[in-house]
């Protein structure tokens, strides 16, 4: 399995994903928002795009479809939810779905909601490509179709269950401004506060790659069971502690604002 993560380099500070089976050179275009970033990419590598998949539906994890579409003929894959707002979807994928690119490429469909209702993230080998579920020491917000308390869900259940050598690419390079939250959270996180300070002038397409092992030590809304940042967002002195959902749901709607 080979991995280009395209940088964008627009406000929204996206990244495009080309993932591409070794054997053939067949490859997948995940969330691409510019097409003719992804298809050079592709012309540069040898590879063919024969499929999208777009992790969810909003606009700028799919406005690059229709180009890459009328340029390579690739199908697109979505969770049904999304397909009203996607427009034209070739296959519906949900939970536990297989995605085979060219001979030696597997992606397995994870069902992950809470950012969006339809969305997915993509397992391939050891590399998660995580859309607006998970961002490097950050998740994503709630406020464009989501919902929190699903969000929690979802890390509760299908990311507690990943390893931590799964290497994440997600949606969006945010890790300087979610850092800076974290460290806020919890400043007794010194990993947290080296890195803040290791990436001090590192970020868009020299961002680092950071594991899940990586970001259940940086990223504080994987640390909700930390005394300083459950005690952060605790109730009154005596009342009793706050649970984990509680404690993500807090740190969301502080995110909201920050
Ligand atoms: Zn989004």
Redesign the pocket.
Known sequence: MLIERIWVGNPGRNFNYLVACEATGNAVAVDPLDAGLCLATAARRGWRITHIVNT?E?N??IAGNAGVVAATGASVLAHSRAATRIGRIDREVGHGDTVAVGTSLQLEVLATPG??LAHICLRAGDALLSG?TLFNAGV?KCS?GGDPATLYETFATVFAALPDSVRVYP?HEYLRRNLSFAVDREPGNTRARRMLERIENIEGAAAPVLTLGDEREINVFLRVDSPEVAAGVGGAPGSAPATAKEVFLALRRLRDRW
């Open positions: 969810h909003h700028d994890h950012h969006t607006d994503g464009k949606g």
